[in-house]
């Protein structure tokens, strides 16, 4: 009874061996999840790394971008200035045609002393009108249809400047609408100073 076979005998050794190899097999899975575990984790933080690397990279390109922009537009700003001084240049000439200046009261004053000097005491008096009034008031429409002229064009300069300029780049609405203004004193300038140069507008009186 406790003497046991050779056959038992065995049977316990392979059964002993059998639980050996599956310890060591056990053993092995467990070392190659643990191996893979390792060097997953240097690949997922190397792959956030990059990712950091590209957000950075990104972000450096958009700061560029504005900083291009911002500079484009410094340097568009004077552009911008100059229209607008030259549009109130244009209202300030447009003014001065239709209120007079000192340029054509001097021309005015200087044409009716020549006037004076060159008409003889003898002369008719439909002559020493002409002389003395006529050509001086003449002079001072010739002075304001300049101003006038010169204020027309001013204004349509900078009303067209922008079709010349930086393309998309709109004109501010006060620019436009201050040169609309000179343009219009100019053309109103113009037409009361060639009315009254022809004297077709405040002629001389008759003398007969």
Not at 82 to 96: D, R
Not at 122 to 146: F, H, M, N, P
Not at 179 to 193: C, D, M, N, S
Request: a negative charge; proline letters at 3%.
């Amino acid at each position: 009874m406790g003497t046991k076979t050779a056959d038992e005998t065995g049977a316990e050794t392979g059964a002993e061996a059998t639980t050996d190899e599956e310890k060591v097999s056990v053993t092995k899975s467990a070392d190659d999840v643990t191996e893979s575990g390792t060097g997953a984790e240097p690949e997922a933080a190397a792959a956030g790394t990059e990712a950091a690397d590209g957000t950075d990279a990104d972000l450096d390109a958009e700061d560029l971008e504005d900083d291009a922009d911002l500079a484009g537009d410094l340097a568009e700003g004077p552009s911008g200035v100059g229209q607008g001084a030259a549009a109130v240049v244009s209202v300030v000439l447009g003014l001065v045609s239709l209120t007079g200046g000192w340029i054509g009261t001097v021309a005015a004053a200087r044409e009716t002393l020549i006037g004076q000097l060159q008409t003889s005491s003898s002369a008719s008096v439909a002559t020493q009108v002409k002389e003395v009034y006529g050509d001086a008031w003449q002079t001072t429409a010739l002075w304001a249809g300049a101003f006038a002229l010169v204020a027309l064009i001013t204004g349509v300069v900078v009303l067209a400047r922008p079709a010349f300029g930086v393309p998309g780049r709109p004109q501010a609405p006060w620019i436009k609408s201050v040169a609309w203004a000179g343009v219009a004193l100019g053309v109103i300038g113009l037409l009361l100073a060639v009315l009254k140069y022809s004297d077709a507008l405040l002629g001389l009186p008759s003398t007969s």
